[in-house]
Nanobody, 126 residues
């Protein structure tokens, strides 16, 4: 069991910003991939941004230039800085982890991750 605990969600108006955090205490793998996913009601879970232990990064096209994924120096906390938020960003956001890296870079496919947090809600009003 990998403890992943998200926080930082909330309600903002369009154009606003939020920073999500995912605490990964106890998860100390040399090689890993981590990612942020989101799921809106009635929609499939989609990958938003990913990062791996080699600091490779990937983004879903709709968030490029607006969202930034990062880790703290100890790599025990994963962040997602979300700027210029839009109503279509409204969803439950999940942190995910997998103890391996992929040669094509951090994936954004949910089925490749076995460890998930409980989620944090982000609501953007117009």
């Amino acid at each position: 069991q990998v403890p992943l605990v998200e926080s930082g969600g909330g309600s903002v108006q369009a154009g606003g910003s939020l920073r999500l955090s995912c605490a990964t205490s106890g998860y100390t793998q040399h090689s890993y991939s981590m990612a942020w996913f989101r799921q809106a009601p009635g929609k499939e879970r989609e990958g938003v941004a990913g990062i791996d232990s080699d600091d490779n990064i990937s983004y879903e096209d709709s968030v490029k230039g607006r969202f930034t994924i990062s880790q703290d120096n100890t790599k025990s906390t994963l962040y997602l800085q979300m700027n210029s938020l839009k109503p279509e960003d409204t969803a439950m956001y999940y942190c995910a982890a997998e103890p391996r890296i992929y040669y094509k870079g951090p994936p954004l496919e949910a089925h490749l991750f076995n460890y998930w947090g409980q989620g944090t809600q982000v609501t953007v009003s117009s």
